[in-house]
């Protein structure tokens, strides 16, 4: 390995997410055991900045691992986005003797990290975000546990929907990306999924969908929309409207981003963080590390962020045929 890093800093940038934690432990634990000193950067590139920073130690992240949200903060810069912000950046890196920064992010953060890039500082990024909408990786740090919360609330809603025989609406994270709301829809057996990937016809897909789930005898029903759809009270009006079903609507919200990391996120982060601070000391930089069929590779930050993710047509279409199929009830008799 060569090794001209001496100093490192992390951070942790725009929307938070479970499982941050265990990628700054991993990032601070590689570096002091190849002997590489770690600053820990607080609220991502505003404390870049404002030279807002903690001196990081191994024993700094003992015991983090298992911890909701990021010990470093995080924040969206839009100073950062300028010259001025970006040049005072670069004159903390200076001051700090940082030879190298890992960012953990979305593709916000990895913009960033090019910039400095561009500016002569050594970058890695890290994909950290519940959406898992990052292009180059199949995988992003945050978005199991995301699942697994949504999943655990709508177990619960599912119990009462069912006892009153309601039509649930719930709206799930994702702005821009609808892979949460598919899988927490193909976890729950929803009746339908609302993502903003696919062009909505409200007939097509929630009310033929309710109305097929219906005509086989189900008398709940679970609808999943993602946030960047639109307005899911309006949906609920229109459902209401047109079946005369008791429509209840539930937002998610941000506790979707927080809780206990799952095994899955804390092992990614630990592998990816591990991974980071590998390249770093390889020399590497603009570079950010990624899960490609469960191998950790890397891509240029360029290349990551023209690379497009589809969602998973599969899921989608197969979530849609098990949700109206009939079921033919027991007979108590039989044994
Ligand atoms: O972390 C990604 C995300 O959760 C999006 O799905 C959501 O739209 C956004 O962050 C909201 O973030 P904030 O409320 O922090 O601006």
Same mark, same amino acid.
């Given at each position: 390995m060569e090794q001209t890093m001496r100093r490192i800093g992390v951070l942790t940038s725009g929307g938070d997410a479970p499982g941050m934690n265990a990628a700054i432990r991993a990032v601070v634990r590689a570096a002091v055991h190849h002997g590489v000193e770690c600053v820990g950067i607080r609220r991502g590139f505003t404390g870049l900045i404002n030279s807002d920073f903690i001196v990081m130690d191994?024993?700094?992240?003992?015991?983090?691992?298992?911890?909701?949200?990021?010990?470093l903060y995080s924040a969206r810069s839009? *100073?950062?986005?300028t010259e001025a912000g970006q040049e005072k950046a670069v004159a903390t890196c200076k001051m700090l003797c940082l030879d190298g920064i890992v960012g953990i992010g979305g593709d916000g953060t990895f913009r960033g990290l090019h910039d400095l890039a561009q500016r002569g500082i050594a970058v890695v990024g890290i994909p950290g975000t519940i959406d898992n909408d990052i292009s180059c990786s199949t995988y992003t740090i945050g978005y199991d546990t995301a699942c697994n919360t949504a999943l655990d609330a709508i177990d619960k809603l599912r119990d009462t929907m069912q006892s009153h025989e309601r039509c649930s609406v719930v709206e799930v994270m994702g702005h821009n990306a609808g892979h949460l709301a598919l899988n927490v829809g193909m976890g729950c057996g929803a009746t339908t999924v609302l993502i903003p990937e696919k062009k909505i016809d409200l007939d097509r897909d929630v009310i033929e969908p309710i109305r097929e789930a219906r005509l086989v005898g189900r008398t709940h029903f679970m609808v999943i929309v993602a *946030?960047?759809?639109?307005?899911t009270y309006e949906i609920a009006q229109r459902i209401k409207e047109t079946t005369a079903l008791d429509v209840r609507v539930t937002v998610l919200g941000h506790?979707?981003?927080?809780g206990a990391p799952t095994s899955r996120d804390r092992v990614a982060a630990t592998y990816m963080g591990y991974n980071a601070v590998r390249l770093l000391l390889e020399g590497k930089t603009d570079r950010v590390v990624c899960v490609q069929n469960d191998d950790y590779v890397d891509y240029d930050i360029t290349e990551a962020l023209r690379m497009k993710k589809g969602i998973d047509e599969q899921a989608y279409k197969l979530l849609r045929e098990l949700a109206s199929v009939t079921i033919i009830p027991r007979s108590s008799s039989g044994s």
């Open positions: 191994a024993a700094s992240v003992s015991g983090i691992s298992r911890r909701g949200g990021t010990m839009d *100073e950062f986005r *946030e960047g759809v639109g307005d506790v979707q981003r927080g």
